[in-house]
């Protein structure tokens, strides 16, 4: 059984650019979280998904940032004209319906230049 | 204040040593606390996982919980080299936001031979 998958695992883009990350969720996995770990900092809590539905968005910044969970098809995380604050790891992690556990990715390392 | 404060140490220690890795948690909704161990450039990986107060054993890890005074510890026994990582505490309000996880700065742990 495979993983939570993502990719691309290194994204480099320049000022301006967009930014799509993507996450396939492990077998079985209908919830799918994303995750920011900036330098020296921990994981921070972004977004909870289910299949076509934003369950949490809290911790989203409120502009250039946005997440969906297509009925087909990975999560994608999106960030419109990256600025370098935005150089930084996403991880994406999936749970079950029954478990409690959430399995993370290996994550985005996403750089701005 | 931070909703969970973990030291970031750098922790280091000789082969054999037993460790003690130690958050504190300030949301009394959190019900939920895991231990992840988060190798560089990973993603991180589920270590141990409680919801009571008391102590959980799985090999040489004991996590152990007071939600008494909001104390989450991780001890390791016996710890190798391969034990050098980052351990990162989180816990969660269970409910509909299991994956939502609420993380320390994690604290980062040399085991030298």
Excluded at chain 1, 19 to 44: D, F, I, N, T
Excluded at chain 2, 11 to 19: C, K, N, Y
Excluded at chain 2, 87 to 99: E, F, H, K, W
Aim: glycine share 8%; charged share 20%.
């Amino acid at each position: 059984n495979a993983g939570v998958m993502q990719n691309p695992r290194h994204l480099v883009r320049r000022r301006g650019q967009e930014a799509r990350l993507r996450c396939s969720p492990m077998k079985g996995h209908s919830h799918v979280y994303w995750y920011r770990q900036l330098p020296e900092e921990g994981l921070k809590f972004m977004v909870y998904l289910q299949k076509e539905n934003i369950i949490d968005e809290s911790g989203m910044p409120k502009e250039r940032f946005s997440a969906e969970f297509p009925k087909e098809g990975p999560s994608i995380l999106r960030i419109q004209q990256v600025v370098r604050g935005d150089s930084a790891a996403y991880f994406c992690a999936s749970s079950s319906d029954l478990d409690t556990e959430a399995f993370f990715g290996q994550g985005t390392r996403l750089t701005v230049v | 204040q931070k909703e969970v404060e973990q030291d970031p140490g750098p922790l280091s220690v000789p082969e054999g040593a037993i460790v003690s890795l130690n958050c504190t948690y300030s949301n009394s909704a959190f019900q939920y606390f895991m231990w992840y161990r988060q190798y560089s450039r990973k993603g991180p990986e589920l270590l141990m996982y409680t919801y009571s107060s008391g102590n959980k054993e799985d090999g040489r890890f004991t996590a152990q919980v007071d939600k008494s005074s909001k104390y989450i510890s991780l001890f390791i026994r016996d710890s190798q080299p391969s034990d050098s990582a980052t351990y990162l505490c989180a816990s969660n309000a269970g409910g509909t936001s299991y994956g939502k996880l609420t993380f320390g700065q994690g604290t980062i742990l040399t085991v030298h031979p």
